[in-house]
């Protein structure tokens, strides 16, 4: 490149992070030339120049991560959303997938997440509402008196605190509710054990 307008790498990082901040994903090489009113050709160059120094990660079409993208990218763990988990009557848990959420690990540590969204109220003593987003830790294993992710005939999934009696052969599913009752259940299968509880302040 035998001249460079210095203007045109900082309006590109900061035009491809706030894209990226909105869409979710980088723009493509004609939403660039059209919001900056940069030529094709152009963008092109700078973003090949600012890849060989070492300012982006430049893969092709919409695959452009910046160093703030590769900072967060690098600090955070991608979490996908999966639906909803009854905590009252057993509901079944989606497993479509409704979008993906970055979380801190400064906060919540390595590990495979994802989040389900409470509904009802058996879980309200434990400070889980009806809406709150719950992040659950991917596990099939969990200690007595841990709030779980339970499924229940293979179909059904609740988030209950989980005591297994084995002098009983069977497993207490027990609500954070005074007024609501523990379900008995043989068996159940384990799917995760929730961690935080991420809410909306009224």
């Known amino acids: 490149m035998r001249t460079k307008n210095e203007s045109y790498f900082e309006r590109l990082e900061q035009y491809i992070d706030g894209y990226r901040e909105a869409n979710g994903a980088s723009p493509s090489i004609r939403e660039i030339e059209a919001a900056l009113g940069i030529s094709r050709s152009t963008v092109s160059r700078y973003l090949s120049f600012m890849r060989e120094k070492g300012t982006i990660d430049?893969?092709?079409?919409?695959?452009?991560?910046?160093?703030?993208?590769?900072?967060?990218?690098?600090?955070?763990?991608?979490?996908?959303?999966?639906?909803?988990?009854?905590?009252?009557?057993?509901?079944?848990?989606?497993?479509?997938?409704?979008?993906?959420?970055?979380?801190?690990?400064?906060?919540?540590?390595?590990?495979?997440?994802?989040?389900?969204?409470?509904?009802?109220?058996?879980?309200?003593?434990?400070?889980?509402?009806?809406?709150?987003?719950?992040?659950?830790?991917?596990?099939?294993?969990?200690?007595?008196?841990?709030?779980?992710?339970?499924?229940?005939?293979?179909?059904?999934?609740?988030?209950?605190?989980?005591?297994?009696?084995?002098e009983n052969r069977r497993v207490r599913l027990h609500p954070e509710n005074e007024s609501m009752a523990d379900i008995f259940v043989p068996d159940c299968v384990i799917q995760g054990v929730a961690v935080k509880v991420l809410k909306d302040l009224a």
Not at 74 to 91: F, R, S, W
Not at 147 to 152: C, G, K, P, T, Y
């Open 58 to 166: 430049y893969e092709g079409p919409r695959r452009i991560n910046t160093r703030e993208a590769q900072i967060t990218r690098n600090e955070t763990v991608k979490v996908p959303l999966l639906g909803t988990v009854a905590c009252g009557i057993p509901k079944f848990a989606e497993e479509n997938i409704e979008e993906y959420v970055r979380l801190p690990i400064a906060l919540f540590g390595q590990g495979s997440f994802f989040l389900l969204r409470a509904d009802g109220d058996s879980m309200i003593d434990a400070n889980i509402e009806s809406g709150d987003l719950v992040l659950i830790r991917q596990q099939s294993s969990a200690d007595p008196g841990q709030i779980v992710v339970a499924l229940i005939d293979n179909e059904e999934a609740t988030l209950k605190r989980y005591y297994p009696e084995p």
